[in-house]
């Protein structure tokens, strides 16, 4: 499962929200999409009151590397499900 196109124009935080939430509807499960939902959900939370832009920024270059390993991580298990192992 490759990560979806335009993660390399992500630059604002709510372009960010958009697109982590785009990546979950791309996972094989309902319980699966809506647990990394939540999560994404709880880091904005967390992170709301940031203010500096530099550190905006870190955030958003490591969730996108996060939200990619997660697809391929994913894309790996179906897979391994599809060939019965």
Request: proline share 6%; glycine share 4%; hydrophobic share 35%.
């Amino acid at each position: 499962m490759a990560p979806l196109p335009g993660a390399e124009l992500v630059q604002r935080p709510q372009q960010l929200y958009r697109y982590l939430l785009r990546c979950c509807r791309q996972l094989p499960t309902k319980g699966i999409q809506e647990h990394y939902k939540h999560a994404v959900r709880q880091s904005f939370r967390v992170h709301s009151d940031e203010d500096n832009p530099e550190r905006i920024q870190q955030i958003i270059k490591r969730a996108i590397e996060d939200a990619d390993w997660i697809m391929n991580k994913v894309s790996a298990w179906l897979t391994s499900a599809e060939l019965g192992q």
